[in-house]
Nanobody
Framework: QLQLVESGGGLVQPGGSLRLSCAAS????????IGWFRQAPSKEREGVQC????????DYANSMKGRFTISRDNAKHMAYLQMDNLKVEDTAVYFC????????????????WGQGTQVTVSS
């Protein structure tokens, strides 16, 4: 059974960068789409980006376009979220999630979730 574990979160100043990692175990990632989501305190979960099993990217929100980049390395059973030019409003817990093949329309269509990693953007 597929399991996901996120890492790479932390405290960063505005304008800084972080790379989040999503490590898969229990099953190959080859047939799964991987999505990144985030949830800030008192806010609803928000989709960030997704990459399908074939490598097609999907942006869930315009506010992160051009700043965040999703990627995957199936050989290493890993997915990544490169976050550049971070803003205070990017502060949230970030989750990776998986579903078979294609990116879902939203988080409810993903079957497997990691535990999340905290990203705090503050000066």
């Amino acid at each position: 059974q597929l399991q996901l574990v996120e890492s790479g979160g932390g405290l960063v100043q505005p304008g800084g960068s972080l790379r989040l990692s999503c490590a898969a175990s229990g099953s190959s990632l080859n047939n799964y789409a991987i999505g990144w989501f985030r949830q800030a305190p008192s806010k609803e979960r928000e989709g960030v980006q997704c990459i399908s099993s074939g490598g097609t990217h999907t942006d869930y929100a315009n506010s992160m376009k051009g700043r965040f980049t999703i990627s995957r390395d199936n050989a290493k059973h890993m997915a990544y979220l490169q976050m550049d030019n971070l803003k205070v409003e990017d502060t949230a817990v970030y989750f990776c999630a998986a579903r078979l093949k294609w990116c879902g329309n939203d988080g409810s269509q993903y079957n497997t979730w990691g535990q999340g990693t905290q990203v705090t953007v503050s000066s």
